[in-house]
């Protein structure tokens, strides 16, 4: 059997979970990882995984999942409030823990089995690609390696109309909360939950006319974040924002016709993106690199049937997330009409938006709720 050279360009969770599964499975692949950005540097405060989520780990790698799960936040409930009013649902839990600390988590793991990712190293021309048995395209929604391919992949992007901001805030929320406020301007969202023991997590959403009446656009990044600050203010109770590279964006969802291209394979953002709200991204990239390894060790030498087997295994099952994803990326882009329900009936539209608790399954995790 020949020993294989990999390239992963990207050192998020899909690239070091990959780059683990491979070089502690067989030792004697060369396995690099590359990542332009420094070492501890990462965008965003927090990683949310709802409550089973993370099941597919415990079976298939308990030794990540002991890891991972004991520097976590959970809770067992989700709050809606909408017009000052805190609706309560039992039943729906979710577990978060700082991306930072998530990554760095990972990087533990894979120095364990002598692979250490070179930071601040840029992948910018084909060349730099070649060379390698197999290049895994784990660097993002802007994916160089993917684009460095032209149309080969078939890759389709569409930008959402809402406008989202990614801060942080030391208040910490007893559940996972969706907050909805109106002002002057129009109507914001935030997703809020704590992800370690001193922060949370904190997404400011607003639809595109209240993002342009608000008058955004001419503000710089700390007069949004100011002016986010007194949306919620009731919500912060005094605690301040806390930014990181927070400022407005259009989330992006892309999707590929084709996954592998020769010798090259789309892992995580780089093959598709699943909105935010329904908290399954991270879940994705780590199960892609489950499968993609699996399929790896089954066909070895045979990389071009190693990337069909994990493509005809894996796109069924991702397909189904990401539309749950799409239909709950249509509700939050719609949230300004629903928020034309009372408080109970808002909360019943947003626990049904992605399409995957319909409400006899409600009745069975959500009691309480469901019975007033």
Not at 6 to 11: D, M, P, Q, R, T
Not at 18 to 31: G, I, S
Not at 230 to 248: C, H, M, Y
Request: aromatic share 12%.
């Amino acid at each position: 059997m020949k020993d294989m050279k990999i390239l992963v360009v990207g050192a998020g969770p899909a690239g070091l979970y990959l780059a683990y599964l491979l070089k502690r499975r067989l030792p004697a692949w060369q396995v690099r990882v590359v990542e332009q950005n420094p070492r501890d540097s990462t965008f965003g405060f927090g990683v949310v995984f709802s409550d089973r989520a993370l099941e597919f780990l415990r079976g298939d790698d308990a030794e990540t999942f002991e890891r991972i799960t004991p520097a976590m936040e959970a809770w067992t409930n989700l709050t809606v409030v909408h017009r000052g009013v805190p609706v309560v649902i039992d039943g729906i839990g979710f577990a978060a823990i700082g991306r930072l600390r998530f990554l760095q988590l990972l990087q533990q793991q894979l120095a364990g089995v002598d692979v250490v990712p070179e930071y601040e190293t840029s992948i910018g021309e084909q060349e730099q690609l070649r060379g390698y048995d197999l290049v895994v395209a784990a660097d993002g929604a802007n994916s160089f390696v993917r684009r460095s391919r032209g149309e080969a992949f078939g890759t389709r992007v569409q930008h959402l109309q809402n406008k989202f901001s990614w801060y942080g805030t030391p208040k910490l929320f007893d559940t996972l909360t969706q907050t909805f406020v109106a002002n002057q301007h129009g109507v914001f969202n935030a997703h809020h939950y704590r992800h370690s023991a001193h922060m949370s997590t904190f997404v400011v959403e607003c639809d595109p006319l209240t993002w342009e009446q608000a008058g955004f656009a001419a503000m710089d990044e700390a007069a949004t974040l100011a002016y986010c600050q007194r949306v919620f203010a009731d919500t912060l109770e005094g605690q301040p924002l806390v930014s990181n590279k927070s400022i407005w964006r259009n989330f992006p969802n892309l999707r590929n016709a084709r996954w592998s291209v020769g010798n090259t394979v789309l892992l995580g953002d780089a093959q598709r993106t699943a909105h935010f709200s329904i908290g399954s991204g991270t879940r994705l990239a780590m199960e892609d690199a489950i499968a993609l390894a699996k399929s790896l060790f089954e066909f070895k030498n045979d990389i071009p049937l190693a990337l069909a087997s994990f493509e005809a295994a894996r796109r069924t099952i991702v397909e189904k997330l990401v539309a749950a994803a799409d239909a709950s990326a249509d509700w939050y882009e719609r949230f300004p009409q629903h928020m034309q329900l009372a408080p109970r009936e808002f909360a019943w539209s947003y626990i049904q938006r992605s399409g995957r608790i319909d409400p006899e399954k409600l009745r069975k995790i959500a009691p309480k709720f469901v019975g007033g």
